[in-house]
């Protein structure tokens, strides 16, 4: 069966600090994946999205990243981190059909204060 | 972009009470998924449903996608069934999860 990692679940940084959450999915692959971020009490909202190896398409211009170095590992970073990158860092994985994707799953989700 | 609203933004119940939220969206869409977000903020998969009616236990789904909308259907709920509740969309031809407003449910002891 498929399941989905992502850590680490909690992270305080200091501003003008580095970031780096990675995600990784077992059980599948050449899966669609992708980074929401979910504000306090707000609804999320999707960062990125990657099709496959290398290619990532930012949804939000903003001080974040994304990277897909290899099929089922997809990293979320930041040089240097703002108060405003606070937040509920969520990954998830569908796979790809004709005409689309399936189901998507989540991870556990990353709650990352910057302070 | 598609545009996904979701109704009501809040709700308290008492227990054993039935609801129903509703999720309305903007253009047409390939696939939609109802999800429970429990207090600790994890995502549950309740229901994949692009069209047709579907039954778990206590909750049912129905999306009319011609109509451009899903309704989620919770029966004698229960405190566990506490928590906010997102409809996510596809719109036809993108891979993109949109996700609605949120309805976030308390249900009273």
């Known amino acids: 069966s498929q399941t989905i990692h992502q850590w680490p679940a909690t992270l305080v940084q200091p501003v003008g600090s580095p970031l780096s959450l990675e995600c990784t999915v077992e059980g599948t692959s050449n899966p669609n994946l992708y980074w929401y971020r979910q504000a306090a009490g707000r609804g999320l909202q999707l960062l990125f999205y990657s099709v496959g190896i290398g290619q990532i398409s930012s949804e939000v211009p903003q001080n974040l990243s994304a990277s897909r170095p290899q099929d089922r590992q997809f990293i979320l970073s930041s040089k240097k981190l703002l108060l405003s990158d606070s937040g509920f860092y969520l990954c998830?994985?569908?796979?790809?059909?004709?005409?689309?994707?399936?189901?998507?799953?989540f991870g556990q989700g990353t709650r990352l204060t910057v302070v | 972009g598609i545009q996904v609203e979701q109704s009501p933004p809040d709700l308290i119940l008492q227990e054993g009470a039935n609801s129903t939220l509703r999720c309305n969206f903007s253009?047409?869409?390939?696939?939609l998924q109802w999800f429970h977000q429990n207090p600790w903020g994890q995502l549950i998969n309740l229901f994949y449903?692009?069209?047709g009616t579907k039954q778990n236990g206590r909750l049912s789904a129905t999306t009319v996608a011609t109509e451009r909308y899903s309704l989620l259907y919770i029966s004698s709920s229960q405190t566990t069934d506490s928590g906010v509740y997102f409809c996510a969309v596809i719109n036809s031809g993108t891979y993109k999860y949109i996700f609605g407003t949120g309805t976030r449910l308390k249900v009273l002891a």
């Open positions: 449903i692009p069209s």
């Open positions: 998830a994985w569908s796979s790809p059909i004709v005409g689309g994707v399936t189901e998507a799953f």
């Open positions: 253009d047409s869409v390939n696939n």
